[in-house]
């Protein structure tokens, strides 16, 4: 079983058939190192609303999520990228009502190349 | 409906001399006992006070976090700053007490203009953190905990918030 808060949860991924990836709970996304997503877990696409379009080939920052475009989020995933490493992980929560706003993110690098996008809703 | 139901914070009959019960997203996700102590107390207040918590009775001055603090006033659709602490001042370099928060005005301390807007439409604190690396630099936590007050009724009138720079231990 991979666990969210695994210090090694790339790799751990890794391990994992794309169909088990599709059964974590919660989601994952791959990107190359230009932002293009490779990799888009079912689970992902549940939780997140995304459904069933298309993703592989898109770029992640402009045409899925937008709303990560921003010097908060992506602005500081270049900046790991450039100092060749990439370990962070993001958490909004709050005390209301709606669950989507509550959520923690985390990229790691990818083995291959790229990096890996893990988001976990409260 | 009172004050407090319209929060989904309304008393748990279940709440017993340990405290309120857990409220969810935010105790369970934050980090810092000390952020985590300062939220329950906050929580404490809305469930013990005949009246949504109020800056004065919180009395944020006093909290050992409070050099780490800040204030801001609700001014029509923007924030005025009303208190900073020497912590806060000392990492920014100057003190922007009396600066306000419009538009999109610069952001001191990450996307404050979205997190209070949030904080006081939906009357609830809110939790932030980044846990960052660079390089081969020490990782850090930034964590920020932003909770409403009330002048009165239901109107947000003041927003106190900490936020907490930590180093970490590094994993390998």
Redesign the interface.
């Known amino acids: 079983m991979v666990e969210f808060d695994s210090?090694t949860l790339a790799r751990d991924v890794e391990r994992l058939s794309e169909q088990d990836i599709d059964r974590l709970n919660f989601g994952t996304i791959r990107l190359d190192d230009d932002g293009r997503v490779q990799f888009f877990s079912k689970a992902e696409a549940r939780l997140s609303g995304y459904g069933d379009r298309p993703a592989l080939g898109r770029v992640f920052f402009t045409e899925i999520a937008p709303c990560m475009d921003?010097a908060?989020f992506l602005g500081?995933v270049r900046?790991?990228q450039a100092?060749?490493?990439l370990?962070?992980?993001?958490?909004?929560?709050?005390?209301?009502?709606d669950r989507n706003?509550?959520l923690?993110v985390r990229v790691q690098s990818a083995s291959t190349g790229g990096y890996w996008i893990f988001l976990k809703r409260? | 409906m009172d004050d407090k139901s319209i929060l989904g914070l309304e008393r748990n009959d279940s709440t017993n001399s340990q405290g309120p019960a857990a409220s969810g997203s935010i105790e369970r996700n934050i980090k810092s006992p000390g952020l985590k102590r300062l939220y329950l107390r906050w929580r404490q207040l809305l469930l013990d006070g005949a009246e949504l918590p109020g800056l004065r009775a919180f009395d944020f001055d006093s909290d050992e976090l409070s050099p780490h603090g800040f204030v801001v006033a609700v001014e029509g659709d923007g924030f005025r700053y009303t208190f900073v602490g020497d912590a806060l001042v000392k990492r920014l370099g100057r003190s922007p007490v009396g600066e306000t928060i419009e538009g999109d005005a610069h952001e001191l301390f990450g996307s404050l203009q979205a997190t209070y807007r949030q904080c006081r439409a939906q009357q609830a604190p809110c939790y932030e953190f980044v846990r960052y690396a660079l390089g081969d630099e020490r990782p850090f936590l930034f964590e920020r905990l932003i909770m409403p007050f009330f002048g009165g009724g239901d109107r947000v009138t003041h927003l106190a918030g900490v936020v907490l720079f930590s180093d970490l231990t590094p994993v390998h």
């Not at chain 1, 370990?87 to 009502?97: A, I, M, P, V």
């Open positions: 210090p921003n908060e500081r900046a790991a100092s060749g490493k370990d962070l992980e993001f958490g909004w929560f709050g005390d209301f009502e706003r509550h923690r409260d």
